[in-house]
Nanobody
Framework: QVRLLESGGGLVQAGGSLRLSCATS????????MGWYRQALGKQRESVAT???????NYADSVKGRFTISRDNAKNTMYLQMSSLKPEDTAVYYC??????????????WGQGTQVTVSS
């Protein structure tokens, strides 16, 4: 069973930092891409940062220069280092993985989400 488990969310003051982690397990196949998405109350889910295997990271314009995505393949874990946080970064943050399974195509997997709240 595939599991993506986020951690590291919480309450932080504006200007502060947090590091989110996404621990994966049970993935069989090739991970094409992993990424972080977020959904603020009353808004649609949006891409924050994505990282294709062997490629360069992509960031939403709103987080460029403040957030950094990374992966530790040995630990099967992805991270999102968030700095200079703003109240508008408040949202539930979700971990995502797109996995290629031979002869079956690409499956999308999501974590349960972790709340990030930035106070002004």
């Amino acid at each position: 069973q595939v599991r993506l488990l986020e951690s590291g969310g919480g309450l932080v003051q504006a200007g502060g930092s947090l590091r989110l982690s996404c621990a994966t397990s049970g993935i069989i196949g090739r991970i094409n891409e992993m990424g972080w998405y977020r959904q603020a109350l009353g808004k649609q889910r949006e891409s924050v940062a994505t990282l294709t295997t062997g490629g360069s990271p992509n960031y939403a314009d709103s987080v460029k220069g403040r957030f950094t995505i990374s992966r530790d393949n040995a630990k099967n874990t992805m991270y999102l280092q968030m700095s200079s946080l703003k109240p508008e970064d408040t949202a539930v943050y979700y971990c995502h993985a797109a996995v290629s399974i031979p002869l079956k195509g690409v499956n999308d997997y999501w974590g349960q989400g972790t709340q990030v709240t930035v106070s002004s």
